[in-house]
C-alpha cells in the first residue's frame, strides 16, 4: 500500500462559517509535503480532521488504508502540536521523562520504565541531538531545544506517518534550519513520511517534496513556478468549478 494518507470531498464548517469544501488529496509513503495557506483557512483544522479531532461535514479520511473514524493505530502516527510544550514549561519533568511518557501504552499505567523503554528513549534523543539533556528540565530549554524533545516524544513509538503543525512558531532562524535538517533526514534515511503545517513556505520549500496550499476554501498543489508566485503574492487558486472541469479532462482529482 503506498498511500499513507487520503482526502476524498472534505467539507467542514465552523457553525455556519465554511472553512473548505470537497478538497481531497492523497499523501504516499515518503512523502514530505507542507500545508501552506493563510491564517484561517484551515490548515490546523485539516490536521485535527485527520487526527479525528473533529468530524467532517462531509468526505471521507482513510489513513493506511482503513477509514479515520475506525482506526486504532494512534502510535503509527506521530503528531508535533504547535508550541507543544510550552503549556507544561513549569511542570518539573525533565527531557527523558517527556519523551519516556509517550510509551506510556507499553509501559502501563503507574509503572516505571523497563531497560527497553528507556534504550528506545535513549535512542529517540540521540536522533534528534538531545542526548546531553536527557536530565535537563524542559523549561530550562530555548524553544529550538523544546522542539526537538516534541520530534523525540513522537519519534519514541517509530511512526510511519508524522504530522506537524506550525514546528517553526518561537523558533529561532538558526534552529528552524535545524529543524527542517532534520525533517529531511528522517525523510530520506528512513522513509518517514511527514505532513507539515507551515506559513514559512520560503524555507520550507528547500526540504519538502510537495507543497499543498489550502486558500479560500479550496486545496490545490503547487509546483515550483506556483510556489515563487506564492512567495510574491501572485498565486490565486483558480474557481473551484474551473478546476473541476480541468481536473476531469485531464483525469486528475481537481482539487489537488
Same mark, same amino acid.
Given at each position: 500500500m503506498s498511500e499513507i494518507l487520503e482526502v476524498e470531498n472534505l467539507s467542514f464548517s465552523y457553525g455556519s462559517e465554511p472553512i473548505f469544501e470537497k478538497i481531497g488529496f492523497s499523501i504516499k509513503k515518503g512523502d514530505f509535503a507542507a500545508v501552506i495557506g493563510a491564517n484561517g483557512a484551515g490548515k490546523s483544522t485539516l490536521l485535527r480532521l485527520i487526527l479525528g479531532e473533529l468530524t467532517p461535514a462531509a468526505g471521507n479520511i482513510r489513513l493506511f488504508g482503513q477509514e479515520a473514524r475506525q482506526f486504532k493505530n494512534w502510535p503509527q502516527i506521530g503528531y508535533v502540536p504547535q508550541n507543544g510544550l510550552q503549556g507544561g514549561i513549569n511542570f518539573p519533568a525533565t527531557v527523558e521523562e517527556i519523551v519516556s511518557a509517550n510509551l506510556f501504552s507499553q509501559i502501563?499505567?503507574?509503572?516505571?520504565?523497563?531497560?527497553?523503554?528507556?534504550?528506545?528513549?535513549?535512542?529517540?534523543?540521540?536522533?534528534?541531538?538531545?542526548?546531553?539533556?536527557?536530565?535537563?528540565?524542559?523549561?530550562?530549554?530555548?524553544?529550538?531545544?523544546?522542539?526537538?524533545?516534541?520530534?523525540?516524544?513522537?519519534?519514541?513509538? #517509530?511512526?510511519?506517518?508524522?504530522?506537524? #503543525?506550525?514546528?517553526?512558531?518561537?523558533? #529561532?532562524?538558526?534552529?528552524?534550519?535545524?529543524?527542517?535538517?532534520?525533517?529531511?533526514?528522517?525523510?530520506?534515511?528512513?522513509?518517514?513520511?511527514?505532513?507539515?503545517?507551515?506559513?514559512?513556505?520560503?524555507?520550507?520549500?528547500?526540504?519538502?517534496?510537495?507543497?499543498?496550499?489550502?486558500?479560500?476554501?479550496?486545496?490545490?498543489?503547487?509546483?515550483?513556478?506556483?510556489?515563487?508566485?506564492?512567495?510574491?503574492?501572485?498565486?490565486?487558486?483558480?474557481?473551484?468549478?474551473?478546476?473541476?472541469?480541468?481536473?476531469?479532462?485531464?483525469?486528475?482529482?481537481?482539487?489537488?
Open positions: 502501563g499505567l503507574c509503572r516505571f520504565p523497563k531497560k527497553e523503554h528507556r534504550a528506545k528513549t535513549e535512542r529517540a534523543l540521540a536522533q534528534v541531538g538531545m542526548t546531553a539533556y536527557a536530565k535537563r528540565l524542559v523549561g530550562q530549554l530555548s524553544g529550538g531545544q523544546q522542539q526537538r524533545v516534541m520530534l523525540a516524544r513522537v519519534l519514541v513509538n #517509530d511512526p510511519e506517518l508524522m504530522l506537524l #503543525d506550525e514546528p517553526t512558531t518561537g523558533v #529561532d532562524a538558526k534552529s528552524v534550519l535545524t529543524l527542517y535538517e532534520l525533517l529531511s533526514a528522517f525523510n530520506r534515511k528512513t522513509g518517514l513520511t511527514i505532513v507539515m503545517v507551515t506559513h514559512d513556505i520560503g524555507r520550507a520549500s528547500d526540504y519538502v517534496s510537495r507543497i499543498l496550499c489550502l486558500e479560500e476554501g479550496s486545496l490545490v498543489e503547487l509546483d515550483k513556478a506556483q510556489i515563487h508566485e506564492e512567495l510574491a503574492h501572485k498565486h490565486k487558486h483558480p474557481a473551484q468549478k474551473q478546476s473541476r472541469q480541468e481536473g476531469d479532462a485531464h483525469g486528475i482529482d481537481p482539487s489537488i
